[in-house]
């Protein structure tokens, strides 16, 4: 059971993270890049920063696939040996670091 709750969890994020892009298009104010909203731009500066959305959402997709896929290993990992758990702090920081690094 303790498998399946990070699949879930990162098959709803995947697709959280597929549908901001089409939902972004569709209503440019929900879509935030710091301080300024997607509405902000002009049409023509929309289109040159949709690239930019999506790449930014593939980068964040992939670190979340990661990030679940690492911890769906070391799960089995340490079911199948008899030995103490690391800490978890750095998986933590890998996972904060990389998100941070990617929606810098």
Not at 40 to 54: A, K, N, W
Not at 80 to 93: C, E, G, K, M, S
Request: glycine share 6%; net charge positive; aromatic share 14%.
């Amino acid at each position: 059971m303790n498998l399946w709750i990070p699949l879930f969890l990162e098959i709803l994020i995947t697709g959280v993270l597929l549908l901001v892009p089409a939902l972004s298009r569709s209503f440019p104010e929900v879509a935030h890049f710091g301080f300024r909203r997607l509405s902000d731009y002009t049409p023509s500066q929309r289109e040159r920063v949709f690239p930019i959305l999506r790449r930014m959402v593939g980068l964040l997709n992939l670190a979340a696939v990661l990030y679940f896929g690492l911890g769906i290993d070391m799960q089995i990992k340490y079911a199948l040996v008899d030995r103490p758990r690391p800490p978890a702090f750095w998986t933590i920081a890998i996972f904060l670091i990389s998100f941070g690094a990617i929606t810098y």
